[in-house]
Nanobody, 121 residues
Framework: QVQLVESGGGLVQPGGSLRLSCAAS????????MGWYRQAPGKQRELVAV???????NYADSVKGRFTISRDNAKNTVYLQMNSLKPEDTDVYYC???????????????WGQGTQVTVPS
């Protein structure tokens, strides 16, 4: 089995920073893309940032220049450094990892449990 454990959410004042982490564990053979999504109540989950196995990155326009995604392949962990946070960044943030398990040829996408980020107005 594969497990994703997120950490780092919380309450932060506008203009502040937070760093989210998501560690994958289990019988992992290889990890392809790693990313972060966010979702507000009643809304669709939206992409925040994604990083490929070759470290190519892509960001939502709303977070460009403020958020940075990175990964540590030795730790099977993806990070999201969030700076200059705004009230509109308030959401539940989910990590998303596409990986291949040992002994299985197919790749599957896994989701973290979600972590709340709150930036009061």
């Amino acid at each position: 089995q594969v497990q994703l454990v997120e950490s780092g959410g919380g309450l932060v004042q506008p203009g502040g920073s937070l760093r989210l982490s998501c560690a994958a564990s289990g019988k992992i053979f290889s990890i392809n893309t790693m990313g972060w999504y966010r979702q507000a109540p009643g809304k669709q989950r939206e992409l925040v940032a994604v990083i490929s196995s070759g470290d190519s990155t892509n960001y939502a326009d709303s977070v460009k220049g403020r958020f940075t995604i990175s990964r540590d392949n030795a730790k099977n962990t993806v990070y999201l450094q969030m700076n200059s946070l705004k009230p509109e960044d308030t959401d539940v943030y989910y990590c998303n990892v596409k990986l291949t398990q040992i002994g299985r040829p197919e790749s599957f996408v896994y989701w973290g449990q979600g972590t709340q980020v709150t930036v009061p107005s």
